[in-house]
């Protein structure tokens, strides 16, 4: 079964904007559900994290402040707006869940999507 599953990546140009798309299957299960990021040769990072009941964000810096995580109770999904996107933020995009909260890394995150590629270019 897919517990996550993404949508809304693709090929922009520099400047551009997109809006990832996670359905959850068990949204009300999960604690939290964040978004993470890897480009080849490097480690995996997250970018921001939700959590849905309380309406709490956490962001990590690698957005430069550019990225916006948001939910839709009504569609059991998370999304993540990107706003003005860099050459550097091409990378593969995955929705994660989790119940037990340590920090804004893997280890927090028991359940993941397959991901979505994002691709800027100039």
């Known amino acids: 079964q897919e517990e996550l599953v993404e949508s809304g990546g693709g090929s922009v140009q520099a400047g551009g904007s997109l809006r990832l798309s996670c359905k959850v299957s068990?949204?009300?299960?999960?604690?939290?559900v964040g978004w993470f990021r890897q480009a080849p040769g490097k480690e995996r990072e997250g970018i921001a994290v939700?959590?849905?009941?309380?309406?709490?964000?956490v962001y990590a810096n690698n957005g430069e402040g550019r990225f916006t995580i948001a939910q839709d109770d009504a569609e059991n999904a998370v999304y993540l707006h990107m706003n003005n996107l860099k050459l550097e933020d091409t990378a593969m995009y995955y929705c994660?869940?989790?119940?037990?909260?340590?920090?804004?890394?893997?280890?927090?995150?028991?359940?993941w999507g397959h991901g979505t590629q994002v691709t800027v270019s100039s």
């Open positions: 939700i959590w849905p009941t309380a309406r709490n964000t």
């Open positions: 994660a869940a989790g119940r037990a909260w340590y920090d804004l890394s893997p280890r927090s995150f028991d359940y």
């Open positions: 068990r949204y009300r299960y999960m604690r939290h």
